[in-house]
């Protein structure tokens, strides 16, 4: 766990690929066995994946490219971001590269009876490559995505979460020990306006897997409850944390 946490301060989204290295058939066994590590956000929701080169697909990044295919459920879009922003951060902790690429198209839309959702373009990096300072990311303003309090080491450090186009559709509302998440529908992005939904659905999911992540590092206990899907305001009801004393606290 604290090495996870400890990637969010080093990952970053690879945009260039040093195509002098290659992942060696000891990662990508390595790769394969941490994705059986993942844990799902929902658990009665099948996910597949395959691990291609990139040229069978339309991806210009990376060596290979790791299709991720999902059963179309409520709150599947959320699972997908939460499960594979774990392997983000693993891969980060071994100097491989990861850029969650939306665009991307694929020769096989279905995999099992199951639905391609998303890629994640993958190549061997330098630690050079890797983010050295977390601040000098282009994140917005604690203040506009975190109303109320709770420890700026929480609200200062989840909003370093990747997004589609940086888009950060993620607001919070801390009040009585609870946390009310949200995805707001008011977002620019150079995305075509109908895709704008179905990739922030991912991103929050990846949110919720840094909000979480940040909350155990800082010995906070929590419940969880998602919310219904509901697609009918400019604030989307996502999820609730209810959050308990800090563990080990008398």
Request: proline share 4%; net charge neutral.
């Amino acid at each position: 766990m604290k090495e996870l946490y400890d990637m969010i301060f080093k990952r970053k989204s690879f945009r260039r690929f040093n195509d002098t290295l290659t992942l060696s058939e000891e990662e990508l066994q390595d790769i394969n066995q941490e994705i059986k590590n993942l844990n799902p956000l929902v658990d009665d929701i099948e996910v597949k994946y395959k691990i291609v080169p990139r040229e069978k697909t339309t991806s210009k990044r990376g060596e290979y490219c790791l299709l991720i295919y999902s059963e179309e459920k409520e709150h599947y879009l959320l699972n997908i971001g939460y499960m594979f922003e774990q392997l983000d951060l693993y891969l980060a902790s071994k100097n491989i590269g990861v850029c969650w690429y939306g665009m991307g198209k694929v020769s096989e839309p279905e995999y099992n009876n199951l639905k391609y959702v998303i890629m994640l373009a993958l190549g061997k990096g330098e630690d050079s490559q890797f983010r050295k300072d977390y601040k000098k990311s282009k994140r917005k303003e604690t203040s506009d995505i975190w109303k109320g309090d709770l420890s700026l080491e929480i609200a200062d450090f989840v909003k370093y979460a990747p997004s589609a186009c940086n888009t950060q559709p993620w607001r919070v509302v801390c009040e009585n020990n609870t946390l009310k998440i949200y995805r707001t529908t008011d977002v620019k992005s150079i995305m075509p306006k109908e895709k704008v939904p179905f990739y922030n659905s991912i991103d929050m999911g990846i949110f919720l897997y840094f909000l979480e992540l940040t909350l155990s590092h800082n010995e906070f206990s929590f419940q969880k409850t998602l919310s219904p899907e509901n697609d009918g305001s400019n604030l989307i009801s996502i999820a609730t944390y209810t959050l308990k004393a800090k563990k080990n606290r008398p």
